[in-house]
């Protein structure tokens, strides 16, 4: 069962088409947090500009920031940190203070950067990030660097930065944190602080930074607009943030209404049992089916599941139909008018192979 769901900002939540957080999105974080379910928001963005982000109107429970470096609870109090160890430091102050690219330094309480050229504005710009004001290093804890270089510079960094973890969030833009450190790693914190288990979780993200948490999720989403090798390490790939992505794998996983009852209404006669079956198969939902399998005897009838109006089954919900499956016989067994989706579920786990699977 979810319990809290991650969020990474840009792309995500954020539409970079629009500049807002689609009403969809919005929507649906109202049902999570009605619900009970605790919402994080998990990003490569510092507090500083997270806050000047259209992204609030709905409260979060968390926010994992500077790519789960920086921590902070639903009041902005660091509840842990991690910044750039002293070495690699080192040499990231003498590449800020030579001013040859572009850096941001991130600290507990704010930003400053080296020098701004075209790059830092369009690279900003294509985000709806600001640009900090240009300061000096004066010895402060730093969490995370930004810098502002192409794909050639990045490679070349991050041979030379052996204390360090390179990300890139934008075609120039890479987020440099201490090695070891990522949303994973913030997730952990938080789930420690919470006491939450990873099965317990979903998290949604699109770019390269985001995979991590990704593949560390109970449950990871790829939004539709994300790029193919965040699509690959992904369990589900949604929709378009802009075509209702988040609230669509929120249903498509029976967290948000309009998903999460399993109803079933059963049909006999002398030669058939029909159970039709509506909303998902989950943990959640479990229950109803297996009771209403149970009431299912081995008399010879043929035995048919209707899933015209199933969204998603889950492997405790395979566990149940391949009982049933082994009560009554195979052959006697069919899963009718079965979504795309749920087809692929089948296919991946075998069962078509077992039982009888017809597709819509």
Not at 159 to 169: A, F, N, P, V, Y
Request: proline share 2%.
């Amino acid at each position: 069962m979810i319990k809290v769901c991650f969020f990474d900002i840009d792309g995500t939540l954020l539409s970079h088409k629009t500049g807002q957080v689609p009403a969809s999105t919005t929507r649906a974080l109202r049902q999570l947090r009605e619900k009970g379910i605790k919402t994080v928001i998990s990003t490569g963005r510092s507090l500083e500009e997270m806050l000047k982000l259209p992204i609030l109107e709905v409260p979060f429970d968390a926010y994992l920031t500077l790519n789960g470096q920086l921590c902070l609870d639903e009041n902005y109090q660091m509840f842990a940190g991690t910044p750039i160890e002293e070495g690699d430091m080192e040499i990231l102050i003498s590449m800020f203070e030579a001013k040859r690219i572009p850096l941001v330094l991130i600290r507990e309480d704010g930003r400053a950067i080296n020098f701004v050229n075209d790059t830092v504005i369009h690279t900003q710009n294509s985000t709806h990030g600001t640009i900090p004001e240009v300061d000096s290093y004066n010895g402060e804890k730093i969490y995370q660097v930004l810098g502002f270089i192409p794909e050639k510079e990045k490679n070349l960094l991050k041979q030379t930065l052996d204390e360090c973890d390179i990300t890139s969030w934008n075609d120039t833009g890479i987020d440099i944190i201490a090695k070891g450190g990522g949303k994973d790693v913030g997730m952990q914190r938080y789930m420690d602080k919470e006491g939450f288990r990873k099965a317990e979780t979903m998290a949604f993200g699109d770019g390269e930074n985001d995979i991590p948490m990704l593949q560390f999720a109970g449950i990871g989403v790829a939004m539709g607009n994300a790029k193919d090798m965040v699509k690959e390490k992904a369990d589900y790939v949604t929709t378009d943030i802009d075509d209702n992505g988040i609230e669509n794998a929120l249903r498509h996983f029976g967290l948000i209404e309009g998903n999460t009852d399993l109803t079933i209404d059963r049909q006999e006669d002398d030669k058939n049992v029909t159970l039709n079956l509506s909303g998902p198969v989950n943990t959640s939902t479990a229950d109803i089916l297996s009771r209403a399998c149970e009431e299912i005897q081995a008399d010879g009838r043929e035995v048919n599941l209707n899933c015209d109006d199933v969204h998603y089954i889950s492997s405790t919900g395979l566990r149940i139909i391949l009982a049933l499956s082994k009560k009554i016989g195979s052959d006697k067994l069919h899963v009718l008018n079965v979504s795309e989706d749920v087809e692929q579920i089948f296919e991946m786990t075998g069962f078509v192979d077992i039982m009888d699977i017809q597709k819509k």
